[in-house]
Protein backbone atom coordinates (compact mmCIF):
# COMPACT_ATOMS: atom_id res chain seq x y z
CA UNK A 1 0.00 0.00 0.00
CA UNK A 2 1.22 3.43 -0.45
CA UNK A 3 2.38 5.14 2.22
CA UNK A 4 -1.00 7.08 2.67
CA UNK A 5 -3.24 4.77 4.53
CA UNK A 6 -6.20 6.61 2.74
CA UNK A 7 -5.29 6.24 -0.43
CA UNK A 8 -6.68 3.29 -2.22
CA UNK A 9 -4.60 0.39 -4.68
CA UNK A 10 -6.20 1.68 -7.97
CA UNK A 11 -6.14 -0.95 -10.05
CA UNK A 12 -8.36 0.46 -12.95
CA UNK A 13 -7.13 1.62 -16.43
CA UNK A 14 -7.16 5.36 -15.39
CA UNK A 15 -7.11 6.89 -12.78
CA UNK A 16 -3.87 5.01 -11.90
CA UNK A 17 -1.39 6.13 -8.62
CA UNK A 18 0.96 8.90 -9.90
CA UNK A 19 4.54 8.27 -9.38
CA UNK A 20 5.38 11.05 -6.34
CA UNK A 21 7.79 13.02 -8.87
CA UNK A 22 4.63 13.09 -11.23
CA UNK A 23 2.94 14.34 -8.66
CA UNK A 24 5.12 17.08 -6.85
CA UNK A 25 6.28 18.29 -10.95
CA UNK A 26 2.25 19.50 -10.84
CA UNK A 27 3.18 21.87 -8.19
CA UNK A 28 6.55 22.87 -9.06
CA UNK A 29 6.81 26.34 -10.84
CA UNK A 30 3.76 28.94 -12.06
CA UNK A 31 4.45 30.30 -15.64
CA UNK A 32 2.19 32.58 -17.95
CA UNK A 33 1.36 29.97 -21.40
CA UNK A 34 2.18 33.25 -23.68
CA UNK A 35 5.67 33.66 -22.36
CA UNK A 36 9.05 31.54 -23.59
CA UNK A 37 9.06 29.14 -20.91
CA UNK A 38 5.67 27.36 -21.79
CA UNK A 39 6.92 27.17 -25.05
CA UNK A 40 9.82 25.56 -24.29
CA UNK A 41 8.06 23.09 -22.04
CA UNK A 42 5.54 22.59 -24.85
CA UNK A 43 7.85 21.58 -27.64
CA UNK A 44 9.88 19.12 -25.21
CA UNK A 45 6.99 17.59 -23.76
CA UNK A 46 5.74 17.29 -28.16
CA UNK A 47 9.17 16.11 -28.33
CA UNK A 48 8.91 13.40 -25.71
CA UNK A 49 5.33 11.99 -27.06
CA UNK A 50 6.99 11.13 -30.25
CA UNK A 51 9.74 9.81 -28.35
CA UNK A 52 7.68 7.34 -26.55
CA UNK A 53 5.77 6.35 -29.33
CA UNK A 54 9.38 5.71 -31.01
CA UNK A 55 7.57 7.70 -34.34
CA UNK A 56 10.07 9.35 -36.86
CA UNK A 57 10.72 12.91 -38.19
CA UNK A 58 7.05 12.23 -40.22
CA UNK A 59 5.29 12.94 -37.31
CA UNK A 60 4.28 15.71 -35.16
CA UNK A 61 2.37 15.80 -30.98
CA UNK A 62 0.04 17.92 -29.50
CA UNK A 63 -1.60 18.37 -26.00
CA UNK A 64 -5.02 19.21 -25.80
CA UNK A 65 -6.31 20.04 -22.45
CA UNK A 66 -9.37 17.91 -21.73
CA UNK A 67 -9.65 14.28 -21.33
CA UNK A 68 -8.83 11.20 -23.89
CA UNK A 69 -12.28 11.95 -25.51
CA UNK A 70 -10.81 15.80 -26.44
CA UNK A 71 -8.43 14.04 -28.06
CA UNK A 72 -10.73 11.68 -30.24
CA UNK A 73 -13.16 14.47 -30.60
CA UNK A 74 -10.47 17.01 -32.27
CA UNK A 75 -9.82 14.24 -35.07
CA UNK A 76 -13.39 13.06 -35.71
CA UNK A 77 -14.41 16.52 -36.28
CA UNK A 78 -11.41 18.26 -37.84
CA UNK A 79 -9.19 15.70 -39.57
CA UNK A 80 -11.38 15.27 -42.68
CA UNK A 81 -14.27 17.22 -44.14
CA UNK A 82 -18.00 16.96 -42.94
CA UNK A 83 -18.72 14.96 -46.60
CA UNK A 84 -16.39 12.64 -45.78
CA UNK A 85 -17.44 9.17 -45.47
CA UNK A 86 -15.61 7.53 -42.62
CA UNK A 87 -15.64 3.33 -41.50
CA UNK A 88 -15.21 2.77 -37.83
CA UNK A 89 -14.32 -0.85 -36.76
CA UNK A 90 -15.86 -1.64 -32.99
CA UNK A 91 -15.21 -4.40 -31.29
CA UNK A 92 -16.28 -3.24 -27.76
CA UNK A 93 -17.18 0.00 -25.69
CA UNK A 94 -14.59 2.65 -26.99
CA UNK A 95 -14.75 1.44 -30.47
CA UNK A 96 -18.66 2.40 -30.58
CA UNK A 97 -17.82 5.51 -28.90
CA UNK A 98 -15.76 6.57 -31.92
CA UNK A 99 -18.70 6.12 -34.40
CA UNK A 100 -21.17 8.25 -32.18
CA UNK A 101 -18.31 10.61 -32.02
CA UNK A 102 -18.35 10.24 -35.93
CA UNK A 103 -21.67 10.36 -36.66
CA UNK A 104 -22.27 14.02 -35.31
CA UNK A 105 -19.47 15.41 -37.68
CA UNK A 106 -19.91 12.97 -40.65
CA UNK A 107 -23.30 11.43 -41.83
CA UNK A 108 -22.01 9.33 -44.10
CA UNK A 109 -20.33 7.56 -40.93
CA UNK A 110 -20.23 3.35 -41.69
CA UNK A 111 -19.78 1.27 -38.04
CA UNK A 112 -18.31 -2.22 -38.78
CA UNK A 113 -19.59 -3.72 -35.14
CA UNK A 114 -18.41 -6.88 -33.42
CA UNK A 115 -19.26 -8.90 -30.89
CA UNK A 116 -17.59 -7.19 -27.77
CA UNK A 117 -14.34 -9.77 -27.09
CA UNK A 118 -14.32 -10.93 -30.64
CA UNK A 119 -11.32 -10.02 -32.75
CA UNK A 120 -12.27 -7.34 -35.47
CA UNK A 121 -13.23 -9.62 -39.15
CA UNK A 122 -10.06 -8.53 -41.66
CA UNK A 123 -11.43 -9.80 -44.73
CA UNK A 124 -14.93 -7.93 -43.48
CA UNK A 125 -13.07 -4.77 -43.35
CA UNK A 126 -11.28 -5.47 -46.70
CA UNK A 127 -14.58 -6.40 -48.86
CA UNK A 128 -16.35 -3.25 -47.32
CA UNK A 129 -13.43 -1.39 -48.30
CA UNK A 130 -13.45 -2.48 -51.84
CA UNK A 131 -16.81 -1.86 -52.21
CA UNK A 132 -17.48 1.78 -50.55
CA UNK A 133 -15.40 4.69 -50.64
CA UNK A 134 -13.87 5.64 -47.33
CA UNK A 135 -12.18 8.96 -46.56
CA UNK A 136 -11.44 7.78 -43.25
CA UNK A 137 -10.48 4.72 -40.97
CA UNK A 138 -10.77 4.77 -37.53
CA UNK A 139 -10.23 1.97 -34.73
CA UNK A 140 -9.28 1.38 -31.31
CA UNK A 141 -5.92 -0.22 -30.64
CA UNK A 142 -6.41 -1.77 -27.09
CA UNK A 143 -10.20 -1.79 -26.53
CA UNK A 144 -10.23 -1.19 -22.79
CA UNK A 145 -13.86 -2.35 -22.22
CA UNK A 146 -12.67 -5.86 -22.70
CA UNK A 147 -8.87 -6.00 -22.67
CA UNK A 148 -8.14 -6.78 -26.08
CA UNK A 149 -5.54 -5.47 -28.70
CA UNK A 150 -6.14 -5.12 -32.39
CA UNK A 151 -4.78 -5.44 -35.38
CA UNK A 152 -3.48 -2.21 -36.34
CA UNK A 153 -0.93 -3.67 -38.61
CA UNK A 154 -3.15 -4.96 -40.79
CA UNK A 155 -5.77 -2.91 -41.12
CA UNK A 156 -3.20 0.36 -41.68
CA UNK A 157 -1.58 -2.24 -44.68
CA UNK A 158 -4.99 -2.14 -46.41
CA UNK A 159 -5.63 2.02 -45.54
CA UNK A 160 -2.30 2.45 -46.85
CA UNK A 161 -3.02 0.37 -50.46
CA UNK A 162 -6.09 2.15 -50.74
CA UNK A 163 -4.68 5.73 -49.42
CA UNK A 164 -6.88 6.37 -46.84
CA UNK A 165 -6.58 8.32 -43.97
CA UNK A 166 -6.10 6.18 -40.72
CA UNK A 167 -6.97 6.96 -37.24
CA UNK A 168 -6.06 4.66 -34.23
CA UNK A 169 -7.45 5.68 -30.70
CA UNK A 170 -4.50 4.43 -28.61
CA UNK A 171 -5.72 6.20 -25.25
CA UNK A 172 -5.22 3.28 -22.81
CA UNK A 173 -1.94 1.23 -24.35
CA UNK A 174 -0.04 4.37 -25.56
CA UNK A 175 3.33 3.45 -23.07
CA UNK A 176 2.11 0.08 -22.20
CA UNK A 177 1.41 -1.52 -25.69
CA UNK A 178 4.01 -0.91 -28.37
CA UNK A 179 2.51 0.26 -31.86
CA UNK A 180 4.82 1.50 -34.88
CA UNK A 181 2.91 4.31 -36.14
CA UNK A 182 5.32 4.31 -39.09
CA UNK A 183 4.75 0.57 -39.65
CA UNK A 184 1.63 0.73 -39.55
CA UNK A 185 1.06 3.88 -41.22
CA UNK A 186 -1.14 5.72 -38.87
CA UNK A 187 -1.78 9.01 -39.91
CA UNK A 188 -3.41 10.21 -36.45
CA UNK A 189 -2.90 8.77 -33.05
CA UNK A 190 -4.88 9.90 -29.84
CA UNK A 191 -3.73 9.07 -25.87
CA UNK A 192 -4.52 10.35 -22.45
CA UNK A 193 -2.81 11.96 -19.40
CA UNK A 194 -4.45 9.61 -17.37
CA UNK A 195 -3.83 6.31 -18.54
CA UNK A 196 -0.66 4.39 -19.50
CA UNK A 197 1.46 7.22 -19.83
CA UNK A 198 0.50 7.45 -15.70
CA UNK A 199 -0.15 10.96 -15.20
CA UNK A 200 -3.25 12.87 -14.48
CA UNK A 201 -6.50 12.45 -16.62
CA UNK A 202 -6.79 16.34 -18.12
CA UNK A 203 -5.05 16.63 -20.17
CA UNK A 204 -5.12 14.50 -23.89
CA UNK A 205 -2.60 13.98 -26.66
CA UNK A 206 -3.03 13.62 -30.42
CA UNK A 207 0.10 12.50 -32.90
CA UNK A 208 -0.50 13.61 -36.58
CA UNK A 209 1.67 13.09 -39.80
CA UNK A 210 3.22 16.38 -40.05
CA UNK A 211 1.91 16.45 -43.67
CA UNK A 212 -1.97 15.87 -43.19
CA UNK A 213 -2.08 18.33 -39.62
CA UNK A 214 -0.65 20.99 -41.96
CA UNK A 215 -3.40 20.40 -44.72
CA UNK A 216 -5.92 20.25 -41.61
CA UNK A 217 -4.36 23.63 -40.62
CA UNK A 218 -5.47 25.07 -43.75
CA UNK A 219 -9.11 24.57 -43.01
CA UNK A 220 -11.09 25.90 -40.44
CA UNK A 221 -12.88 23.13 -38.66
CA UNK A 222 -16.51 22.96 -37.99
CA UNK A 223 -15.84 23.17 -33.98
CA UNK A 224 -13.16 25.89 -32.29
CA UNK A 225 -12.13 24.80 -29.17
CA UNK A 226 -11.24 21.13 -30.54
CA UNK A 227 -10.02 22.82 -34.09
CA UNK A 228 -7.06 20.09 -34.60
CA UNK A 229 -5.82 23.10 -37.38
CA UNK A 230 -6.06 25.64 -34.60
CA UNK A 231 -4.46 23.46 -32.26
CA UNK A 232 -1.48 22.70 -35.14
CA UNK A 233 -0.97 26.48 -36.17
CA UNK A 234 -1.08 27.76 -32.43
CA UNK A 235 1.78 25.02 -32.13
CA UNK A 236 3.65 25.78 -35.41
CA UNK A 237 3.95 29.31 -35.42
CA UNK A 238 4.74 30.07 -31.89
CA UNK A 239 4.43 26.37 -29.86
CA UNK A 240 1.84 27.91 -28.13
CA UNK A 241 -2.15 26.38 -27.76
CA UNK A 242 -5.24 28.45 -28.98
CA UNK A 243 -6.80 28.30 -25.25
CA UNK A 244 -5.38 28.45 -22.08
CA UNK A 245 -3.75 25.49 -21.41
CA UNK A 246 -4.29 23.05 -17.99
CA UNK A 247 -0.41 23.87 -17.48
CA UNK A 248 -0.18 22.01 -13.67
CA UNK A 249 -1.68 18.62 -15.93
CA UNK A 250 1.09 19.53 -18.55
CA UNK A 251 4.09 20.11 -16.16
CA UNK A 252 2.46 16.47 -14.58
CA UNK A 253 2.55 14.96 -18.27
CA UNK A 254 6.17 15.91 -19.19
CA UNK A 255 7.59 14.17 -15.83
CA UNK A 256 5.16 11.09 -16.16
CA UNK A 257 6.76 11.10 -20.02
CA UNK A 258 10.59 11.27 -18.51
CA UNK A 259 9.93 8.60 -15.88
CA UNK A 260 9.43 6.60 -18.91
CA UNK A 261 12.08 7.37 -20.89
CA UNK A 262 14.58 7.04 -18.27
CA UNK A 263 13.36 3.16 -17.53
CA UNK A 264 13.41 3.12 -21.35
CA UNK A 265 10.66 1.56 -24.15
CA UNK A 266 11.92 -1.68 -24.40
CA UNK A 267 12.17 -2.20 -20.14
CA UNK A 268 8.99 -0.43 -19.92
CA UNK A 269 7.32 -2.72 -21.75
CA UNK A 270 8.73 -6.02 -20.52
CA UNK A 271 7.88 -4.44 -16.97
CA UNK A 272 3.88 -3.75 -18.01
CA UNK A 273 3.83 -7.61 -19.71
CA UNK A 274 5.45 -8.56 -16.75
CA UNK A 275 2.63 -7.65 -14.32
CA UNK A 276 -0.01 -8.68 -16.72
CA UNK A 277 1.22 -12.60 -17.09
CA UNK A 278 1.69 -12.26 -12.90
CA UNK A 279 -2.10 -10.98 -12.71
CA UNK A 280 -3.18 -13.65 -14.97
CA UNK A 281 -1.42 -16.43 -12.97
CA UNK A 282 -2.87 -14.98 -9.97
CA UNK A 283 -6.10 -15.74 -11.76
CA UNK A 284 -5.85 -19.13 -12.96
CA UNK A 285 -4.31 -20.16 -9.66
CA UNK A 286 -7.68 -19.34 -8.11
CA UNK A 287 -9.75 -21.12 -10.77
CA UNK A 288 -10.63 -17.98 -12.85
CA UNK A 289 -10.90 -18.13 -16.03
CA UNK A 290 -10.02 -15.19 -18.33
CA UNK A 291 -12.61 -13.33 -21.36
CA UNK A 292 -9.94 -13.53 -23.82
CA UNK A 293 -7.40 -16.23 -25.49
CA UNK A 294 -3.61 -15.92 -25.15
CA UNK A 295 -2.28 -13.23 -28.15
CA UNK A 296 -4.87 -11.03 -28.41
CA UNK A 297 -4.33 -9.82 -23.97
CA UNK A 298 -3.06 -6.46 -23.90
CA UNK A 299 -0.65 -5.35 -21.14
CA UNK A 300 -2.57 -2.65 -19.79
CA UNK A 301 -5.81 -4.78 -18.13
CA UNK A 302 -7.03 -7.97 -17.85
CA UNK A 303 -10.76 -8.93 -17.73
CA UNK A 304 -11.46 -12.11 -15.91
CA UNK A 305 -14.44 -14.09 -15.77
CA UNK A 306 -16.76 -13.33 -12.74
CA UNK A 307 -17.93 -16.77 -11.33
CA UNK A 308 -21.00 -17.47 -11.31
CA UNK A 309 -22.24 -17.44 -7.96
CA UNK A 310 -20.55 -13.97 -7.27
CA UNK A 311 -21.94 -10.33 -7.77
CA UNK A 312 -19.68 -7.78 -9.10
CA UNK A 313 -21.04 -5.22 -6.99
CA UNK A 314 -20.28 -7.65 -3.80
CA UNK A 315 -16.74 -7.94 -4.82
CA UNK A 316 -16.19 -4.71 -5.48
CA UNK A 317 -17.59 -3.48 -1.84
CA UNK A 318 -15.62 -5.93 -0.37
CA UNK A 319 -12.27 -5.21 -1.99
CA UNK A 320 -12.69 -1.59 -1.68
CA UNK A 321 -13.45 -2.04 1.97
CA UNK A 322 -9.59 -3.30 1.99
CA UNK A 323 -8.03 -0.93 -0.07
CA UNK A 324 -8.33 -1.95 -4.09
CA UNK A 325 -10.06 -0.37 -6.56
CA UNK A 326 -10.91 -2.20 -10.09
CA UNK A 327 -13.97 -1.93 -12.70
CA UNK A 328 -16.36 -4.50 -13.58
CA UNK A 329 -17.62 -4.85 -17.04
CA UNK A 330 -19.63 -2.37 -18.79
CA UNK A 331 -22.73 -3.08 -21.59
CA UNK A 332 -23.23 -6.86 -22.66
CA UNK A 333 -19.91 -7.59 -19.80
CA UNK A 334 -21.87 -6.12 -17.20
CA UNK A 335 -21.71 -8.59 -14.37
CA UNK A 336 -19.84 -11.24 -16.33
CA UNK A 337 -16.24 -9.68 -15.92
CA UNK A 338 -14.21 -7.58 -13.41
CA UNK A 339 -11.14 -6.20 -14.81
CA UNK A 340 -7.79 -6.00 -12.87
CA UNK A 341 -4.88 -3.19 -14.35
CA UNK A 342 -1.92 -2.81 -13.21
CA UNK A 343 -0.39 1.06 -14.15
CA UNK A 344 1.34 3.92 -12.31
CA UNK A 345 3.20 2.85 -9.44
CA UNK A 346 1.14 -0.44 -8.85
CA UNK A 347 3.72 -3.63 -9.04
CA UNK A 348 3.99 -7.01 -7.79
CA UNK A 349 3.81 -6.42 -4.41
CA UNK A 350 0.01 -4.92 -5.22
CA UNK A 351 -0.67 -7.58 -7.54
CA UNK A 352 0.05 -10.17 -4.51
CA UNK A 353 -1.89 -7.71 -2.12
CA UNK A 354 -5.25 -7.70 -4.14
CA UNK A 355 -5.40 -11.18 -4.92
CA UNK A 356 -4.24 -12.31 -1.41
CA UNK A 357 -7.20 -10.53 -0.35
CA UNK A 358 -9.37 -11.68 -3.39
CA UNK A 359 -8.90 -14.74 -2.35
CA UNK A 360 -10.50 -14.60 0.99
CA UNK A 361 -13.51 -12.77 -0.22
CA UNK A 362 -13.92 -14.52 -2.51
CA UNK A 363 -14.21 -17.61 -0.11
CA UNK A 364 -16.12 -15.74 2.07
CA UNK A 365 -18.97 -14.52 -0.47
CA UNK A 366 -19.43 -17.72 -1.42
CA UNK A 367 -19.84 -19.00 2.29
CA UNK A 368 -22.50 -16.71 3.05
CA UNK A 369 -25.92 -18.08 2.74
CA UNK A 370 -27.76 -16.30 -0.58
CA UNK A 371 -29.81 -14.16 1.61
CA UNK A 372 -26.77 -12.64 3.00
CA UNK A 373 -25.18 -12.49 -0.63
CA UNK A 374 -28.04 -10.67 -2.23
CA UNK A 375 -27.62 -8.34 1.04
CA UNK A 376 -23.84 -7.60 0.60
CA UNK A 377 -24.57 -7.21 -3.00
C1 LIG B 1 -10.35 6.02 -21.59
C2 LIG B 1 -10.48 5.82 -23.05
C3 LIG B 1 -10.94 6.86 -23.89
C4 LIG B 1 -11.28 8.23 -23.43
O1 LIG B 1 -12.04 8.33 -22.29
P1 LIG B 1 -11.98 9.64 -21.37
O2 LIG B 1 -12.95 9.32 -20.29
O3 LIG B 1 -12.39 10.79 -22.20
O4 LIG B 1 -10.57 9.78 -20.91
C5 LIG B 1 -11.01 6.59 -25.25
N1 LIG B 1 -10.64 5.42 -25.76
C6 LIG B 1 -10.16 4.42 -24.99
C7 LIG B 1 -9.73 3.16 -25.65
C8 LIG B 1 -10.06 4.59 -23.61
O5 LIG B 1 -9.59 3.59 -22.84
Known amino acids: MPANHHQDVLLCPGPVNVHPEVASAMTAVDMCHREDDFSALLDDVSRKILEVAGASSAYGALVISGSGTAANEAVLSSAVERDTPVLVLANGEFGERLAAIS ?39 HETSTGMLNPVLAVGAMCRARGIPFFVDAVSSFSADPLDLDAAGVTYMTSSGGKAISSYPGVAVVIGQRSALAECAEREGPVQYLDLGRHWRFFESR ?45 RALGLELLLVRG ?3 SVVTSIVLPSD ?60 PMLRAVAS
Open 296 to 298: ARS
Open 239 to 283: RQTPNTPALPLILALDRALGLALEEGMPQRYARMAGLASLVRRRA
Open 310 to 369: VRYEALRVALRARGYVFYGGKGPLADRIFQVSTLGTVGRDEVHGFFDVLEEVLADLRGQA
Open 103 to 141: ELHHPETTCLKHRWGTPIDLRRVASWLDTHPAGLVAMVH
